[in-house]
C-alpha cells in the first residue's frame, strides 16, 4: 500500500516533486478532449461492455521548466470502483524535445510514440491506450489527463513496458519538477 500511496500522491492529488511556480508555469491542450468537457466515443475503450474507438487523443504541452530531461503521460480516472482508481494510459522517457503526441499515438502497433518512450502496463492488463469505461448507469467519471516533466531521461525503476503504474508512479514521485492536468468526463 505503501507504493500505492506515493503513486497517488505523484500523479495529480497532490503538488509534491513540483513548486508551485514550475506547476502554474506547464499547460497541457488537446484538440480531442477539452477541459471539463465529455469526451468523444472515438477516445472511449472497445471491449467491456463499451463500443468505442479506443483511439488516444492528441495532446500538447508547453512551459516545461529547464532541467527538464524527459516526460511522462499517464491517464487516470480516480472515480473507478476499485478502491484505488484506473491508469488507462502510463508513458514515460518521452524525450525532452517533444511537446506533443498526435492522435492514435497509444496504440502500440502503429509505432507512433518518439524514440525511447515506453507504454507500459494499464489496469486492462496491457501496454498502449485503454479509452474511458466506466461501470453503466455510474455518474460520470474524470479521467485526468497528466504530462510530467521528469529530471531524468530514463527513469530509474520502471525499464520496460511491463512496469505497472505504480512503479513507474514512484519513479515520478521522486523525479517530477512540473505538471499540468486536464480532465474530460465520461459516464454511460
Known amino acids: 500500500m505503501p507504493r500505492l500511496s506515493v503513486w497517488i500522491a505523484a500523479l495529480g492529488l497532490s503538488a509534491l516533486g513540483a513548486s508551485a511556480a514550475n506547476a502554474q508555469s506547464m499547460s497541457l491542450t488537446s484538440a480531442d478532449i477539452k477541459e471539463g468537457a465529455t469526451i468523444a466515443n472515438e477516445q472511449v475503450f472497445k471491449g467491456f461492455g463499451c463500443a468505442g474507438g479506443n483511439v488516444s487523443p492528441a495532446l500538447s504541452w508547453s512551459g516545461a521548466p529547464g532541467g527538464t530531461k524527459s516526460f511522462a503521460v499517464s491517464i487516470y480516472d480516480p472515480d473507478a470502483p476499485t478502491g484505488s482508481g484506473w491508469w488507462h494510459w502510463v508513458v514515460f522517457n518521452i524525450p525532452a524535445a517533444t511537446t506533443s503526441l498526435p492522435k492514435g499515438a497509444g496504440e502500440t502497433k502503429k509505432k507512433l510514440m518518439p524514440k525511447g518512450a515506453i507504454q507500459s502496463r494499464t489496469d486492462f492488463g496491457s501496454d498502449g491506450y485503454g ?6 448507469g455510474d455518474k460520470p467519471h474524470h479521467y485526468q489527463i497528466t504530462v510530467f516533466a521528469v529530471d531524468v531521461d530514463k527513469l530509474p525503476d520502471a525499464k520496460n513496458d511491463s512496469a505497472s ?9 521522486f523525479h517530477t519538477l512540473a505538471k499540468a492536468t486536464l480532465t474530460g468526463l465520461y459516464g454511460r
Not at 479509452?131 to 453503466?136: I, T
Not at 505504480?166 to 514521485?173: E, K, P, R, W
Request: aromatic share 6%.
Open 131 to 136: 479509452g474511458p469505461c466506466p461501470p453503466a
Open 165 to 173: 503504474a505504480a512503479l513507474v508512479g514512484f519513479d515520478l514521485h
